[in-house]
């Protein structure tokens, strides 16, 4: 029924990812890291399906990576970001030219990834 089309249709699940979270960072301003961690679980779990279908997707890791370190779980903090900067790099790679490169690069969680991955920065 419904629930398998959802499954198969990843422009849904980006959709929901999408939603699940900015609930998520909602979650995590009102300092309801349990919540948070419970609704980031759920993109995480989708993650694999959507993977490569959309651009920025690794932004749902970047997210995920701060809601894990803000629980005290640093070391799968840094595994998120690391998957997060080698999707963002695969992504940069796909850009033809140059200018588009950078305006892609120059986007916020884009930065922060780059920051958090490459000199331990997380703002």
């Not at 803000?70 to 840094?78: K, L, P």
Request: no cysteine; aromatic share 6%; hydrophobic share 45%.
């Amino acid at each position: 029924g419904e629930a398998l089309s959802l499954l198969s249709d990843p422009s849904l699940l980006n959709e929901r990812a999408s939603v699940l979270t900015e609930v998520a960072l909602i979650h995590r301003a009102a300092g309801n890291h349990i919540a948070a961690l419970e609704t980031i679980e759920q993109v995480l779990a989708y993650y694999p399906q959507i993977e490569g279908t959309d651009d920025n997707l690794h932004r749902h890791l970047w997210v995920a990576a701060l809601i894990f370190r803000d629980a005290g779980q640093g070391e799968r903090a840094v595994q998120l970001v690391a998957q997060a900067h080698a999707a963002f790099q695969r992504d940069l790679a796909a850009i033809p030219d140059e200018q588009s490169r950078q305006a892609y690069a120059q986007i916020r969680h884009n930065r922060q990834i780059v920051a958090a991955y490459e000199r331990g920065e997380w703002g």
